[in-house]
């Protein structure tokens, strides 16, 4: 990573700060938790960034194992960026933190947010137990709109032909807000009666673990 500022220090937190401290780099980890991006979807989603920029961060945290670049054969022959298994694994847990600090500075509801796509990612990310996902798959959506968010996790394990876990979760991005941490007992669980998983019994349960939306008195929608 020639030419990029460093902090020189012999500190874990420094050198993580080297890859992931930069501007924009999280944000782009954030939309790759959706799965494959190209380029150009990237670039829909950050309207902020500069092109060459989006390039220059892209190929950085490709360079540290975080990202990975998969050119897609014909007749799609398209490029996409991945989020690489480091990536899931050491990666996005640090969003969740950061998303749980973030939440205590908005000043906007979730239900008004800027940017709901973005708002919902962030519900998910709150509650998500990377190192308890191996071998889950799912899909999530909003409620309110078509499916945005494929949930798959530990990709080395489901390439291997394990046995996996697969369920749908719908739910609005200030269910998953209202979920997490800071909000009381009875918002949590109003929350948690809305959102709508289906699957078989042990699958929700599985789920539910994963996201950290359990509660004993909560229902659940199974099918």
């Given at each position: 990573m020639a030419g990029r500022r460093n902090y020189n220090q012999d500190?874990?937190?420094?050198?993580g700060l080297d890859v992931l401290g930069e501007r924009w780099t999280l944000l782009i980890v954030r939309e790759l938790v959706g799965g494959p991006r190209r380029y150009s979807d990237l670039r829909a989603q950050l309207p902020g960034i500069a092109t060459n920029l989006l390039a220059q961060r892209l190929d950085e945290l490709e360079q540290a194992g975080v990202v990975e670049r998969t050119e897609l054969p014909p007749p799609i022959a398209r490029t996409v960026y991945t989020l690489s298994d480091d990536g899931w694994r050491l990666v996005l847990p640090i969003l969740g933190a950061v998303a749980r600090f973030g939440l205590h500075t908005m000043r906007f509801s979730a239900e008004g947010s800027r940017s709901p796509?973005?708002?919902f990612l962030v519900g998910v990310l709150l509650g998500f137990d990377s190192a308890g996902a191996v071998g889950v798959e799912g899909n999530i959506s909003r409620a309110d709109r078509r499916p945005?968010?494929?949930?798959?996790?530990n990709r080395r394990t489901t390439r291997r032909g394990a046995a996996r876990t697969r369920c749908d979760l719908s739910a609005r991005a200030s269910d998953l807000v209202t979920c997490a941490p800071g909000s009381t007992?009875?918002?949590r669980l109003a929350a948690l009666r809305r959102l709508r998983i289906h699957g078989n019994h042990?699958?929700?349960d599985t789920m539910r673990?994963?996201?950290?939306?359990?509660?004993?008195?909560?229902?659940?929608?199974t099918s």
């Amino acid at each position: 990573m020639a030419g990029r500022r460093n902090y020189n220090q012999d500190c874990p937190i420094a050198n993580g700060l080297d890859v992931l401290g930069e501007r924009w780099t999280l944000l782009i980890v954030r939309e790759l938790v959706g799965g494959p991006r190209r380029y150009s979807d990237l670039r829909a989603q950050l309207p902020g960034i500069a092109t060459n920029l989006l390039a220059q961060r892209l190929d950085e945290l490709e360079q540290a194992g975080v990202v990975e670049r998969t050119e897609l054969p014909p007749p799609i022959a398209r490029t996409v960026y991945t989020l690489s298994d480091d990536g899931w694994r050491l990666v996005l847990p640090i969003l969740g933190a950061v998303a749980r600090f973030g939440l205590h500075t908005m000043r906007f509801s979730a239900e008004g947010s800027r940017s709901p796509l973005n708002g919902f990612l962030v519900g998910v990310l709150l509650g998500f137990d990377s190192a308890g996902a191996v071998g889950v798959e799912g899909n999530i959506s909003r409620a309110d709109r078509r499916p945005k968010f494929r949930f798959r996790r530990n990709r080395r394990t489901t390439r291997r032909g394990a046995a996996r876990t697969r369920c749908d979760l719908s739910a609005r991005a200030s269910d998953l807000v209202t979920c997490a941490p800071g909000s009381t007992a009875a918002q949590r669980l109003a929350a948690l009666r809305r959102l709508r998983i289906h699957g078989n019994h042990d699958d929700v349960d599985t789920m539910r673990t994963v996201l950290r939306l359990t509660n004993e008195t909560a229902g659940a929608s199974t099918s």
